[in-house]
Nanobody, 119 residues
Framework: EVTLVESGGGLVQPGGSLRLSCAAS????????MTWVRQAPGKGLEWVSS????????VYAGSVKGRFTVSRDNAKNTLYLQMNSLKSEDTAVYYC????????????RGQGTQVTVSS
């Protein structure tokens, strides 16, 4: 059974940084591309970033490109999202899911971690 546990969210001022983590278990993490998605209040899931199984390829939504960096540690079964220069519009619940870009499996997400960007 795929289990994903997100952590690292919190309240941060505009321009600040956060690093999210996603601990994976129940499947062969190193064999799967992984994706971060987010859900702002009253909106649907929005794709943020994906990374290939071997960490060689990462892609980003235009709204976060240049500010966010996705990475993974296959030895630790953990996915990361470094978020810099945060904006109020980044406020959302962030989830990690299995899959690549628009073909991610939304049903694999965990409880999510809340990121609030506010002064």
């Amino acid at each position: 059974e795929v289990t994903l546990v997100e952590s690292g969210g919190g309240l941060v001022q505009p321009g600040g940084s956060l690093r999210l983590s996603c601990a994976a278990s129940g499947f062969t993490f190193a064999s799967y591309p992984m994706t971060w998605v987010r859900q702002a209040p009253g909106k649907g899931l929005e794709w943020v970033s994906s990374i290939g199984s071997g960490s060689g390829t990462a892609v980003y939504a235009g709204s976060v490109k240049g500010r966010f960096t996705v990475s993974r540690d296959n030895a630790k079964n953990t996915l990361y999202l470094q978020m810099n220069s945060l904006k109020s519009e980044d406020t959302a619940v962030y989830y990690c899911v299995t899959g690549w870009t628009s073909t991610y499996d939304a049903s694999s997400r965990g409880q999510g971690t809340q990121v609030t960007v506010s002064s």
